[in-house]
């Protein structure tokens, strides 16, 4: 059945073509099975479940004025769940082909003459199967992407029923986020963004409704006067830390992922220092880091750096609509301070200067608006996240128990995130069948054993689990 073609949101068009040289815009995942699956069985539980999502068959189609989504009518499974065999060097072990393999596939590029995304399937894997998944970024973002691709699995969910669009129709983004963001500004407000240089005012007058009265309750006043603040901290946000992490990448992709750390203690953790599981898991990154490059005599003592942190701003059951609906907000990680509870409390202010920003709101705004710029536009404010930030860091909270695909547990689940510009680091945390796992993608000009990185957590995270032990436990737990 022909699916009518649909205009892209100008957010997705901004995703779509974000990708250049270095950075793909790739989100990039790895199950591991067992017992091991067949090509065949896994070709029809994909056709069966997750072509039932329109945007898995079609194609991206770009004119002068942006982007839509065409049905490929020559779509064909075996180019998207394709057999693929692991390289294994001579003494290599399957678990470090496999990562080989997932840099390399980061850093190929998806056909853009077919739907932008594929499953590659080793057969056999550590006694079972590998699926290696690349979805493009512009299909939609990791909430999405994880309630959308998890729905293949045994007893995973169809779409709901939702009514076709028109042709080429636009999805009218602008008017949840001129709700959301632009309706609390007074005119003042939006003359005084204008001062700072930022470029963002006539943006947001193009989403704006200029008609209507400004709204003067005080209410409005002083959410607006937030946004102000917001938009300010942007513009006048000084360039990250220099260190080892930051610098032109090559382009090149190694990835690392960590043995599952169970939930339930990490929250025993959060409980006995009075913080939230994410200030724990955030404070053992930092503290990673600053390891990693303690060792190779970059001291990180007195430094922070700065990590972009996806925010999700859509109801969570409105996920299978995919698309792009998530903001950024820095995030500073303390990576300097050697003391892990030190460290943790560090985390905690860094987190509750963030409740109430309207910075990842504004970021989507911003990103809105660059889908209608030319590239080289695009590419420019792009340029100015990269000089601000060393990662991107997200955090999924993922099903709790182990899932099945057509009768083969699903041992273990992990992916990464895409970094945009010239940002040379990829941090994925995801929470999965009771554990939670750390992911990594660098450039391997940047930092070229991830690895290194990776199995300090860990140890980062027994340091405070002993201290937990330790202290008396009271006072309420932080979600």
Known sequence: MSVAAERMSRVDTAWLRMDNEVNLMMIVGVWLLTPALTLQTLRERVESRLLKYDRFRQKTVVDATGASWVADEAFDIDHHVKPIALA??????????????????????????????QFHFIEHYEGGSAVVVRIHHCIGDGIALTAVVLSITDGGNDP??????????????????????????????????????????????????????????????????????????????????????????????????????????VKIVGKAL???????????????????????????????????????????????KLGNRFGLAPLVLPIGISNPVERVYAVHARMAELKGSYQPLLAFAILAMTGLFIKPVQDA???????????????????????TLCGSTMRQSMFWVPASGEVGMGLSILSYGGGVQFGLITDAKLCPDPDNIIQRFAPEFEKLLLVSLMLPWGGPEIE
């Not at 996240?385 to 991107?392: L, R």
């Open 274 to 320: 009075n913080c939230s599981v994410n200030d724990v898991l955030l404070a053992c990154a930092a503290g990673a880091i600053g390891g990693y490059l303690a060792e190779r005599g970059d001291d990180p003592t007195g430094k922070e750096i700065r990590a972009m942190v996806p925010v999700n701003l859509r109801p969570l059951e409105d996920a299978w």
């Open 160 to 265: 709901p029923r939702r009514r076709r669009r028109a042709p080429l129709e636009d999805t009218h983004e602008g008017d949840w986020l001129a709700d959301a963001v632009l309706k609390p500004l007074t005119e003042l407000t939006v003359k005084a963004i204008g001062m700072y240089g930022s470029g963002i005012a006539k943006s947001l007058e193009l989403l704006s409704h200029p008609g209507e009265p400004a709204q003067g309750s005080a209410e409005m006043v002083r959410t607006g006067a937030q946004v102000l603040k917001d938009v300010a901290a942007f513009a006048l946000m000084p360039d990250d830390s220099p260190t080892l992490l930051k610098g032109k990448p090559m382009g090149r992709k190694v990835v690392a992922w960590s043995e599952p750390i169970p939930l339930d203690v």
């Open 381 to 403: 404010v792009l340029g100015l996240f990269a000089k601000k930030t060393t990662a991107v860091m997200t955090n999924v909270p993922g099903p709790a128990t182990q899932l």
């Open 88 to 117: 294994r060097e001579k003494g290599q072990s399957d678990r470090d082909a496999l990562k080989a393999l997932c840099g390399e596939l980061a850093t190929t590029p998806l056909d853009h003459t077919r739907p932008l995304w």
